[in-house]
C-alpha cells in the first residue's frame, strides 16, 4: 500500500511567498525522498534525506524529518511561477519506493 | 536527463489484446520499477526488478507480468487489456547504496488508454 500521504492536497500561493507540504508515513523507513512532477512529465528528484537527519536544505528547498511523528516537510521559499508543479514525497521499502497522491502547487504571478 | 527510454510514448488498444510497453536505460542501473499513475491514486508501483530475471511484485501487480533478460530493458506486459488498465505508465530506476534506496530517475511516460 502507499506509505506516503501528502498535505494538502493542493496548494495555491503568489509569487515570492513560501510554499510548505508535508508527508505523513506509517512505517519505519530508512530515507525519505521528495519528487516533483511537472505537467505531462516524468517525476524529478530534489532532495533525500536519511533517517538519522532531522533537516537538510538544497537551494531554496528545506526538509525536515521527525521519524518520532514519522512525518516530513518540504519548504520551498521564494516561489516562482516555475515551481509550478505537482511534488511527491516517497519512503523506501527495501527495494522500492512507494509513493504519496501528492501535492499540487501552484505559483500565480 | 538520465537515460532513460519509454516506448511508445502513446498507445490506444482495444479491450483483449495484449500490450507490451518497453523501458529502455544506458545508465547501468540494477533496479528497475513501473509504476502507474491516475488521478486521486498518484504513483502506484506493478512490478519491479533487481537485476537480470530477478523481478517481484507491487502493489497492483494483478493483470500484469514483466520481463528483464538484459540489464538495459524491462517490459511491462498487459495480458489482456481492460478499460481500468488505461492509464500513465512511467519506467523508473535507481541504485542501492548500503542497501538503502537512493533516487529514481524517471522516464517520460507512456500514456496508454484502453478502448
Known amino acids: 500500500s502507499q506509505q506516503g500521504e501528502e498535505d494538502p492536497q493542493a496548494l495555491s500561493i503568489q509569487e515570492g511567498e513560501n510554499a510548505t507540504m508535508n508527508c505523513s508515513y506509517k512505517?519505519?523507513?530508512?530515507?525519505l525522498q521528495w519528487y516533483r512532477q511537472n505537467s505531462g512529465r516524468g517525476l524529478v528528484h530534489l532532495i533525500l534525506?536519511?533517517?538519522?537527519?532531522r533537516e537538510k536544505h538544497s537551494g531554496r528547498l528545506r526538509v525536515t524529518l521527525d521519524t518520532s511523528k514519522k512525518s516530513s516537510s518540504l519548504l520551498i521559499t521564494a516561489s516562482r511561477a516555475a515551481d509550478t508543479a505537482s511534488y511527491f514525497c516517497?519512503?523506501?521499502?527495501?527495494?522500492?519506493?512507494?509513493f504519496g497522491k501528492g501535492t499540487s502547487l501552484l505559483v500565480t504571478p | 536527463d538520465a537515460g532513460i527510454t519509454q516506448s511508445p510514448r502513446h498507445k490506444v488498444t482495444e479491450t483483449g489484446t495484449p500490450v507490451t510497453l518497453r523501458c529502455h536505460q544506458t545508465?547501468?542501473?540494477?533496479?528497475m520499477y513501473w509504476y502507474r499513475q491516475d488521478p486521486g491514486h498518484g504513483l502506484r508501483l506493478i512490478h519491479y526488478s533487481y537485476g537480470v530475471k530477478d523481478t517481484d511484485k507491487g502493489e497492483v501487480s494483478d493483470g500484469y507480468s514483466v520481463s528483464r533478460s538484459k540489464t538495459e530493458d524491462f517490459l511491462l506486459t498487459l495480458e489482456s487489456a481492460t478499460s481500468s488498465q488505461t492509464s500513465v505508465y512511467f519506467c523508473?530506476?535507481?541504485?542501492?547504496?548500503?542497501?538503502?534506496?537512493?533516487?529514481?530517475?524517471f522516464g517520460q511516460g507512456t500514456r496508454l488508454t484502453v478502448v
Open positions: 534525506i536519511r533517517s538519522n537527519e
Open positions: 516517497a519512503t523506501d521499502s527495501g527495494y522500492a519506493l512507494n
Open positions: 523508473a530506476i535507481s541504485e542501492l547504496q548500503a542497501r538503502r534506496a537512493t533516487e529514481a530517475f
Open positions: 512505517t519505519s523507513i530508512n530515507n
Open positions: 545508465e547501468n542501473h540494477r533496479y
